[in-house]
C-alpha cells in the first residue's frame, strides 16, 4: 500500500495505471473563460460583488477561499444553474447564458443515480454513441471493470471517478470542480489528484478547482486566486515543474503566502 | 426469491410456521370437545370440507373471480387516476394550487360513507363496487406519488441539467424512479383499502362474489362457509401484497434494502 502515495508518480494506483489502455494524444480541449464583473446577491448579502477573472485555454486555477466567501455561487453562475445579476460569463469570445454543453460541473457529492448501473450513469446524457464513451471514460478513471455495478456498493472515491468519468464523456471545454474531493480520505484524495492531473495532461481542459485545502491547490493548479468579500483579492502563478513534488519547499513557501491571504 | 431463502436452515424457514399451525390444532381440539360450538365458530375441519365442497361445484372459483375482478378493475382506474393527479401536481406547482386542496377535502370523507349514494348512482351492480374501490385506492396512491415526485434529491436533478439532460429526460430518468420507492408504499396501502372497500362493498350489495358468498351463508347459519370466506379474503390479500413485493424487488432492484450482490442482472 504505500507505494501508493509515493507523491512523486503520476498514480491512481499501480494495477489502475495497467488498466489504462493507451490511447492516442487527444486534441487539446480548453477555451478561454473570462468572467466579467459577475454580481449576485442573496437578499441583503452580497455574495459575489464584481467579480472578474480571465483564464486562458488549457489553464488550471484553483480558487482558495473562506466558506461562504461565494466560491460555489460562482460556479453556478459559470455552469448557468444561476443568472448573475451583472455581468457576464465569456467562453472563447462568447457571452453565454444558461447550460452550456461545453462547461460541466462535478460536485463535490458524486450525484450518481443509484438506479442506474455505474455504465448507464457515465452515459447519463445518453447522446449517440454513448455506451462506448462511458466505457472508455470508465477505463480511463480506472474502472472498466465495475461498469455493470449499483453504485450504492462503491466506496466514496470510486463513486467520485465516477462522477469524473461521466464529466468526461461530454468532453468539456471548461471543467468547474466544487470541492470534488473534500468528503473523500487522505489517500484517496491524493490518487484522486494523480488521475486528476493526469486527465487535464492529456485533454488541457480549461479547469476552475474550488478547494479550501492550499496545499491541494498548489500541488494541481497553474495558478492560485483567493476570494474574499465577493471579490477576487489574490492571485499568484504557481511555477513548479510537473509532476510536483509535495515535499518541495517552493511550494511550502507559496502555500504560506497563501494562507496568509485568505 | 431463491436469493431471499438462501442460507436459511429448516428450522428457521419453520418457525413462523409454527404459531399458526398450534393455534389451528388449539381450536380443532376446543371444536371437537364441545368448548366452542360449532354456531359459533365451525371447527378448521369443517372449514376444509366447506373449502372443498364449494371448490368442487366451482362456486368458489366463480366467487373469487368475481371479487378479483372488481378489485383489479377498480385499483386499475383509482391507481392510474391518482397516479397521474400525483404526478401532475407533483411536476407542476399551478396544477398543485389547483387539485390539491380540492383532493385533500375528498380525502377526508371517509370513502365508505359515500355508499348510499353510490347505490342511488349506481344501483347494486359492478359499477357501484368498481366506483368505490376506485375512489378508496385513488387517494394513497395520490398521496405517496405527489410525496416521492417533491422529495427527489433535488441534487440529483441538477446533475442532470448541468450534463444536458432536457426537461423529459430528467422526468423520466430521474424523478419519476426516485419517486418509485414512495409510488409502491402507497401501492401498498391501496391494496389493503382495496380489499376492505370491496368485502364492505360485497357484503352490503351484491349478487356475487366473496361478500355476498359469506352474506348467503349467514342466512343459513352455516358458519363454516363464512369462516371460508374470511380465510380467502385472507389469502387474496395476503397475494396481493406478495405481488407487490415482487414488484419492489423488480422495480427497486437498484436499492441497497433489495439488492444483494451488487451487481445489475439484465
Known amino acids: 500500500m504505500l507505494k501508493r502515495i509515493d507523491p512523486r508518480r503520476d498514480l491512481v494506483s499501480a494495477d489502475d495505471a495497467v488498466s489504462v489502455a493507451p490511447v492516442a494524444q487527444p486534441t487539446p480541449l480548453g477555451k478561454r473563460l473570462k468572467l466579467e464583473g459577475l454580481k449576485r446577491s442573496f437578499g441583503p448579502r452580497k455574495v459575489l460583488d464584481g467579480l472578474s477573472?480571465?483564464?486562458?485555454?488549457?489553464?488550471?486555477?484553483?480558487?482558495?477561499?473562506?466558506?461562504?466567501?461565494?466560491?460555489?455561487?460562482?460556479?453556478?453562475?459559470?455552469?448557468?444553474?444561476?443568472?448573475?445579476?451583472?455581468?457576464?460569463?465569456?467562453?472563447?469570445?462568447?457571452?453565454?447564458?444558461?447550460?452550456?454543453?461545453?462547461?460541466?460541473?462535478?460536485?463535490?457529492?458524486?450525484?450518481?443515480?443509484?438506479?442506474?448501473?455505474?455504465?448507464?450513469?457515465?452515459?447519463?446524457?445518453?447522446?449517440?454513441?454513448?455506451?462506448?464513451?462511458?466505457?472508455?471514460?470508465?477505463?480511463?478513471?480506472?474502472?472498466?471493470?465495475?461498469?455493470?455495478?449499483?453504485?450504492?456498493?462503491?466506496?466514496?472515491?470510486?463513486?467520485?471517478?465516477?462522477?469524473?468519468?461521466?464529466?468526461?464523456?461530454?468532453?468539456?471545454?471548461?471543467?468547474?470542480?466544487?470541492?470534488?474531493?473534500?468528503?473523500?480520505?487522505?489517500?484517496?484524495?491524493?490518487?484522486?489528484?494523480?488521475?486528476?492531473?493526469?486527465?487535464?495532461?492529456?485533454?488541457?481542459f480549461t479547469t476552475l478547482l474550488i478547494t479550501h485545502d492550499v496545499a491541494e491547490a498548489v500541488a494541481l493548479a497553474d495558478r492560485v486566486i483567493v476570494i474574499k468579500d465577493g471579490r477576487l483579492t489574490f492571485d499568484i502563478d504557481v511555477a513548479a515543474e510537473r509532476p510536483r513534488h509535495r515535499a518541495d519547499p517552493h511550494l511550502a513557501a507559496l502555500q504560506d503566502k497563501i494562507l496568509a491571504e485568505v | 426469491m431463491s436469493r431471499i431463502s438462501r442460507g436459511e436452515s429448516f428450522?428457521?424457514?419453520?418457525?413462523?410456521?409454527?404459531?399458526?399451525?398450534?393455534?389451528?390444532?388449539?381450536?380443532?381440539?376446543?371444536?371437537?370437545?364441545?368448548?366452542?360450538?360449532?354456531?359459533?365458530?365451525?371447527?378448521?375441519?369443517?372449514?376444509?370440507?366447506?373449502?372443498?365442497?364449494?371448490?368442487?361445484?366451482?362456486?368458489?372459483?366463480?366467487?373469487?373471480?368475481?371479487?378479483?375482478?372488481?378489485?383489479?378493475?377498480?385499483?386499475?382506474?383509482?391507481?392510474?387516476?391518482?397516479?397521474?393527479?400525483?404526478?401532475?401536481?407533483?411536476?407542476?406547482?399551478?396544477?398543485?394550487?389547483?387539485?390539491?386542496?380540492?383532493?385533500?377535502?375528498?380525502?377526508?370523507?371517509?370513502?365508505?360513507?359515500?355508499?348510499?349514494?353510490?347505490?342511488?348512482?349506481?344501483?347494486?351492480?359492478?359499477?357501484?363496487?368498481?366506483?368505490?374501490?376506485?375512489?378508496?385506492?385513488?387517494?394513497?396512491?395520490?398521496?405517496?406519488?405527489?410525496?416521492?415526485?417533491?422529495?427527489?434529491d433535488r441534487g440529483l436533478v441538477e446533475m442532470a441539467k448541468v450534463n444536458g439532460l432536457g426537461r423529459f429526460a430528467i422526468f423520466w430518468r430521474v424523478v419519476l424512479p426516485g419517486a418509485m420507492p414512495s409510488v409502491l408504499v402507497g401501492l401498498r396501502y391501496a391494496l389493503g383499502i382495496m380489499w376492505l372497500t370491496l368485502i364492505v362493498a360485497e357484503t352490503i350489495s351484491a349478487s356475487s362474489g366473496i361478500g355476498y358468498m359469506t352474506m348467503n351463508a349467514r342466512e343459513f347459519l352455516q358458519t363454516d362457509v363464512v369462516v371460508l370466506g374470511i380465510l380467502v379474503y385472507a389469502l387474496l390479500g395476503k397475494a396481493a401484497d406478495f405481488a407487490t413485493k415482487l414488484i419492489e424487488h423488480r422495480v427497486l432492484a437498484w436499492h441497497p434494502a433489495y439488492h444483494a450482490s451488487g451487481s445489475v442482472s439484465a
Open chain 1, 53 to 204: 477573472l480571465d483564464v486562458p485555454a488549457g489553464q488550471f486555477v484553483a480558487i482558495v477561499g473562506r466558506s461562504g466567501v461565494g466560491k460555489s455561487t460562482l460556479m453556478r453562475l459559470v455552469v448557468g444553474l444561476d443568472q448573475p445579476e451583472e455581468g457576464r460569463v465569456v467562453i472563447d469570445g462568447e457571452p453565454v447564458k444558461g447550460l452550456q454543453s461545453s462547461v460541466r460541473l462535478l460536485f463535490q457529492d458524486a450525484r450518481l443515480l443509484p438506479w442506474h448501473s455505474v455504465l448507464s450513469n457515465v452515459g447519463i446524457a445518453r447522446t449517440p454513441g454513448w455506451r462506448e464513451a462511458a466505457i472508455e471514460a470508465l477505463s480511463d478513471v480506472g474502472l472498466a471493470d465495475r461498469l455493470n455495478e449499483w453504485p450504492a456498493v462503491l466506496s466514496g472515491g470510486q463513486r467520485q471517478r465516477v462522477a469524473l468519468a461521466r464529466v468526461l464523456v461530454g468532453r468539456p471545454s471548461v471543467l468547474l470542480l466544487d470541492e470534488p474531493f473534500g468528503a473523500l480520505d487522505a489517500m484517496t484524495r491524493v490518487e484522486m489528484h494523480g488521475l486528476l492531473e493526469r486527465l487535464w495532461l492529456q485533454r488541457k
Open chain 2, 11 to 152: 428450522v428457521d424457514r419453520l418457525t413462523p410456521w409454527l404459531l399458526p399451525v398450534s393455534v389451528l390444532v388449539l381450536w380443532e381440539i376446543c371444536t371437537r370437545v364441545g368448548l366452542i360450538e360449532q354456531r359459533v365458530l365451525p371447527a378448521p375441519s369443517q372449514v376444509a370440507v366447506a373449502f372443498w365442497e364449494n371448490a368442487k361445484s366451482g362456486a368458489l372459483a366463480h366467487h373469487v373471480m368475481v371479487s378479483f375482478n372488481r378489485a383489479i378493475v377498480g385499483l386499475a382506474i383509482g391507481g392510474s387516476i391518482g397516479f397521474i393527479l400525483g404526478v401532475l401536481n407533483g411536476v407542476s406547482r399551478p396544477a398543485e394550487k389547483l387539485f390539491d386542496s380540492g383532493l385533500q377535502m375528498l380525502r377526508n370523507v371517509p370513502h365508505l360513507a359515500i355508499i348510499p349514494m353510490v347505490i342511488l348512482w349506481f344501483g347494486i351492480d359492478e359499477t357501484a363496487k368498481i366506483f368505490l374501490v376506485a375512489v378508496g385506492t385513488m387517494f394513497p396512491i395520490y398521496l405517496n406519488t405527489f410525496h416521492g415526485i417533491r422529495t427527489v
